[in-house]
């Protein structure tokens, strides 16, 4: 219950029900706050404690200044967590850890259980084995269950031994397409209070939700489970950043178009740690889908949230996904009570600002390698030849230790270099050769929710059948929908079809091609790539296309609407403009062009509003937790703690509270530290912690070999994020990691300055050897470290291998966070300088101190002394990034689940 300092406490009377709830216009200030920042008020006014929230929280809230830079900490108290099976096993494997440690450390193992609804939705694990065959679908789903059994055994016993806790079985969508058409409620009931529907998840494109005026973003599996056991999150008030939006989106644009528009926007404008929130008379015309799409890529602009306010189209919205009436009034009524629906004449004060006009907006792709890196798609193929001289090139000194340029190193003439690879296969005999686009996937939350983009996909496909085109032999190609509504509306339509026609038939409900999950290319093709080393490339409608994260041999990848992924499956080739050239010939030989075959925006609305009906949700939904015959049959362990199977692969016992005491050791210097890595900018989670596939050759696929698991059975890093000697296995060994301490060379190399010589390494066997010699570690790093997904195991991995802290010129939000989480110190080199700038080549002796300063509270700066191996000494102040005292509670415990299970034992 509130101490309720405000007076807010009222009741609201929607049709027959009364409701408690929290009046933010209780507070001087609210008016003029935007509306992300409302909703964090109503959350301080109703959890104010007098402790943790006190009235002088809300009242710097209230009073926010808008010009300020981010200094009050506040404590936010998410509604629910979401999360997805890729982390959500590593987070109940956790919390099945916690549960025996809080047994032997005297307490009550039921204390661990979460105290807000907490629903995991299994869409990361089926992977695009089989395709182009009307039983894709069903022979994909057959095969993971069978890589999968432990680990869904595992979910189930979770579900029933864990209160609050629901996992939707597998084959029934996407996490963020679930949760927008069914687990978000956008107004929340509970114990008789109305309150905002908040979520944080434990996958970046939580902010999905933002869309239908859900507030939440994603975060690292560790927060998340700390957010389910009732731990607040701690953050600092942020700063907001309007984006007005006016006009309309032209004809031949699409929301895929929009969003990438954005991303490279808000990417140059810099957002990072900001709440981005949409306003102005333009709303009003953005459907809700594209709504989703823009909050959605939220994690690419870098922002927070990317959150629009609550309108009439978003009660339409939720009585066609079959919401009942009484929770659509609830909504609409809460809203409007407390001032959160959408009001143009309006105007919120923000931070900064920023405009667009839709009508601006026109159809663009991106890559090869960013979702920020826009092209226009007519100059798309001239793009693609300027980038290629940085795949193709042999003259490794040109080549930078990572990324590739991000300046394209043109080639003569804007010429492209050929190398073509003949290739025989069941489809015939044909040539490959650079750009050829090997991959063709309609996949991820971000699009395959919309249904615009999705009935654009299928028109083209029947416009293109019916014109005699058809996709290039060399293709792959996939259709992995966010939920099941997606194949029903397509089916009705009549379109499923044409795209069967092309291939497209559906291979599952899930992440697929996005995550990492497309699956081998044949054997044929993959020998071709290898033997040509033919920078392939492939595209795909998600949200992610970095370096090594799509598939092995595909080393440029393009993100682009549904429709595009068709357009350019027809072309087979990137050297191509879509915009001038013919996809092909027709039945009668004539040229087909891309013009010749694009639907209408009439036409694609006229099948939506014909297609799309609220049965189809209610239908779809009604058993959304029940799952198949083959998800009813897994046996279900049994017991309030989990019984370990020690000769599991997939499910181990996390190592995190072995030995540890009552209370914390104090925090200590760091002295004679070695560099781990030493790596350049815009290095991901992917490349810390990858999700793809395990390399025979690898220290994980080594272990695996060892406990008897063949090859063909090693499944992926991401499914295996329950076992951890696999997991720390594969930190840093995504195969397009350049560690500069390694040059020459690709994947998780290093150097071992325990043996003589330092002879180049795997990451995994230094880091045993430095730990059997006790030596410490440190990561050298450049901008944006730790960008992309909310991986936790790139932070629990860095942990593992023994790494005490990473020095960076600047950090995504969720990595640095998740650093703290696991006990990992992330520092700053000082403004302007880098690792190169001081010349430190990672060959030095690195040693800390100053942090034993967090022992009583937050030092500004650490000192950092690095010795080279002939005796030269380099010093600097990094900034300690311990950037509010919660973060530093979490820091001297070792890690937030540490100081969770203290806390619990304290009560």
């Known amino acids: 219950m509130s101490t309720d300092s405000f007076g807010a406490r009222d009741t609201l009377r929607v049709g027959d029900s009364e409701y408690d709830i929290y009046r933010i216009d209780r507070v001087e200030g609210h008016d003029r706050l935007p509306y992300s920042l409302k909703v964090l008020l109503e959350n301080l006014l109703r959890n104010e404690d007098g402790a943790?929230?006190?009235?002088?929280?809300?009242?710097?809230?209230?009073?926010?200044?808008?010009?300020?830079?981010?200094?009050?900490?506040?404590?936010?108290?998410?509604?629910?967590?979401?999360?997805?099976?890729?982390?959500?096993?590593?987070?109940?494997?956790?919390?099945?850890?916690?549960?025996?440690?809080?047994?032997?450390?005297?307490?009550?193992?039921?204390?661990?259980?979460?105290?807000?609804?907490?629903?995991?939705?299994?869409?990361h694990s089926v992977i695009v084995d089989f395709f182009g065959h009307p039983d894709s679908f069903k022979r994909n789903v057959e095969r993971e269950?069978?890589?999968?059994?432990?680990?869904?055994?595992?979910?189930?016993?979770?579900?029933?031994?864990?209160?609050?806790?629901?996992?939707?079985?597998?084959?029934?969508?996407?996490?963020?397409?679930?949760?927008?058409?069914?687990?978000?409620?956008?107004?929340?009931?509970?114990?008789?209070?109305?309150?905002?529907?908040?979520?944080?998840?434990?996958?970046?494109?939580?902010?999905?939700?933002?869309?239908?005026?859900?507030?939440?973003?994603?975060?690292?599996?560790?927060?998340?489970e700390a957010a389910m056991l009732g731990q607040p999150i701690s953050m600092l008030i942020p700063r907001v950043l309007g984006f007005k939006l006016t006009g309309d989106l032209p004809a031949g644009a699409t929301a895929t178009d929009l969003v990438l528009t954005i991303t490279e926007i808000l990417r140059e404008h810099g957002v990072v740690g900001k709440f981005v929130e949409f306003y102005g008379d333009g709303v009003a015309s953005v459907p809700v889908a594209d709504r989703s799409t823009l909050g959605n890529m939220s994690p690419e602009f870098g922002s927070t949230c990317a959150i629009f306010p609550i309108d009439e189209l978003t009660v339409d919205y939720l009585r066609l996904t079959g919401r009942d009436e009484e929770q659509i009034g609830l909504v609409e009524a809460y809203a409007k009570a407390q001032g959160l629906w959408h009001d143009p004449s309006r105007e919120a004060r923000y931070s900064e600002y920023l405009e667009l006009d839709l009508s601006t907006v026109v159809p663009s792709i991106a890559g090869p390698k960013r979702p920020q890196d826009r092209i226009s798609l007519d100059n798309a193929d001239h793009q693609w030849r300027r980038d290629i001289a940085n795949y193709v090139s042999t003259d490794e000194g040109s080549r930078e230790s990572f990324p590739a340029s991000d300046t394209p190193a043109e080639t003569p003439n804007g010429d492209r270099p050929r190398d073509p690879q003949t290739v025989k296969n069941e489809n015939g005999e044909f040539e490959l050769d650079h750009g050829a686009v090997v991959i063709a996937a309609i996949t991820s939350c971000t699009n395959t929710s919309n249904p615009y983009v999705m009935v654009g996909a299928g028109l083209l496909a029947k416009n293109a059948v019916e014109a005699g085109l058809d996709v290039k032999p060399w293709v792959k190609t996939s259709l992995a929908p966010g939920s099941q509504v997606v194949t029903g509306y397509l089916t009705r339509a009549g379109l499923s079809g044409y795209l069967d026609k092309l291939g497209f038939n559906l291979v599952g409900y899930g992440c697929t091609t996005c995550i990492g999950n497309s699956g081998p290319l044949s054997e044929e093709i993959s020998a071709a790539v290898r033997s040509g080393d033919l920078a392939v490339t492939s595209v795909l409608s998600g949200n992610r296309n970095f370096e090594g994260r799509i598939n092995p041999d595909v080393k440029m990848n393009y993100l682009a609407s549904p429709p595009l992924v068709v357009a350019y499956a027809l072309a087979g080739t990137m050297d191509l403009n879509l915009t001038t050239d013919p996809l092909g010939k027709g039945t009668e030989g004539q040229d087909v062009y891309m013009r010749d075959i694009w639907?209408?925006?009439?036409?694609?609305?006229?099948?939506?509003?014909?297609?799309?009906?609220?049965?189809?949700?209610?239908?779809?939904?009604?058993?959304?937790?029940?799952?198949?015959?083959?998800?009813?049959?897994?046996?279900?362990?049994?017991?309030?703690?989990?019984?370990?199977?020690?000769?599991?692969?997939?499910?181990?016992?996390?190592?995190?509270?072995?030995?540890?005491?009552?209370?914390?050791?104090?925090?200590?210097?760091?002295?004679?530290?070695?560099?781990?890595?030493?790596?350049?900018?815009?290095?991901?989670?992917?490349?810390?912690?990858?999700?793809?596939?395990?390399?025979?050759?690898?220290?994980?696929?080594?272990?695996?070999?060892?406990?008897?698991?063949?090859?063909?059975?090693?499944?992926?890093?991401?499914?295996?994020?329950?076992?951890?000697?696999?997991?720390?296995?594969?930190?840093?060994?995504?195969?397009?990691?350049?560690?500069?301490?390694?040059?020459?060379?690709?994947?998780?190399?290093?150097?071992?300055?325990?043996?003589?010589?330092?002879?180049?390494?795997?990451?995994?066997?230094?880091?045993?050897?430095?730990?059997?010699?006790?030596?410490?570690?440190?990561?050298?790093?450049?901008?944006?470290?730790?960008?992309?997904?909310?991986?936790?195991?790139?932070?629990?991995?860095?942990?593992?291998?023994?790494?005490?802290?990473?020095?960076?010129?600047?950090y995504e939000r969720i990595h640095r966070s998740n650093l703290i989480g696991m006990g990992v110190l992330p520092l700053q080199f000082p403004e302007g300088s880098s690792h190169e700038s001081l010349g430190l080549s990672g060959e030095e002796t690195v040693s800390i101190t100053g942090m034993t300063g967090i022992n009583d509270g937050i030092p500004e700066t650490v000192r950092v002394e690095a010795v080279s191996p002939d005796g030269e000494v380099t010093e600097f102040d990094a900034t300690v990034r311990l950037d509010t005292p919660g973060e530093a509670d979490y820091f001297r415990n070792g890690g937030i689940l540490q100081y969770v299970l203290r806390n619990l034992l304290d009560k």
Not at 54 to 71: C, E, M, N, Y
Not at 182 to 200: I, N, Q, S
Not at 678 to 691: E, F, Q, R, Y
Not at 769 to 798: C, F, H, I, M, Q
């Open 599 to 810: 639907p209408s925006l009439e036409d694609i609305r006229e099948v939506v509003e014909g297609n799309i009906g609220r049965e189809m949700f209610l239908s779809e939904y009604a058993s959304v937790f029940e799952g198949d015959e083959t998800w009813k049959g897994l046996p279900i362990p049994t017991g309030d703690t989990f019984e370990w199977e020690d000769a599991s692969t997939y499910v181990r016992k996390a190592p995190y509270f072995e030995g540890m005491p009552a209370t914390p050791a104090a925090v200590e210097d760091v002295s004679g530290a070695r560099v781990l890595a030493k790596l350049g900018d815009s290095v991901t989670t992917d490349h810390i912690s990858p999700a793809g596939a395990i390399k025979a050759d690898s220290p994980a696929g080594e272990y695996l070999e060892s406990k008897g698991v063949s090859p063909k059975d090693f499944n992926s890093y991401g499914s295996r994020r329950g076992n951890h000697e696999i997991m720390v296995r594969g930190t840093f060994a995504n195969i397009r990691l350049r560690n500069q301490l390694a040059p020459g060379t690709e994947g998780g190399w290093t150097r071992d300055y325990t043996r003589a010589e330092a002879p180049v390494t795997t990451i995994y066997e230094a880091a045993q050897n430095y730990a059997a010699a006790e030596v410490p570690l440190v990561v050298l790093a450049g901008k944006e470290y730790g960008t992309g997904s909310s991986r936790d195991w790139a932070a629990k991995g860095t942990r593992l291998l023994g790494v005490k802290a990473v020095i960076a010129e600047s």
């Open 52 to 123: 943790d929230i006190t009235a002088d929280h809300i009242r710097a809230l209230g009073s926010w200044d808008p010009t300020a830079k981010p200094s009050t900490e506040i404590q936010f108290t998410p509604a629910r967590v979401i999360m997805q099976d890729f982390t959500g096993v590593p987070c109940v494997v956790d919390l099945a850890t916690m549960r025996e440690a809080v047994r032997d450390l005297g307490g009550d193992p039921a204390q661990i259980n979460p105290l807000a609804p907490a629903e995991l939705v299994i869409d």
């Open 145 to 224: 269950y069978e890589r999968n059994r432990e680990r869904y055994q595992f979910l189930r016993w979770g579900q029933t031994a864990f209160d609050e806790f629901k996992v939707v079985p597998p084959g029934t969508g996407i996490v963020h397409q679930v949760n927008i058409e069914h687990l978000a409620r956008v107004v929340m009931t509970r114990e008789g209070t109305a309150y905002p529907d908040t979520c944080v998840g434990t996958d970046s494109h939580t902010t999905m939700e933002n869309g239908i005026g859900v507030l939440g973003w994603g975060v690292g599996g560790i927060e998340a």
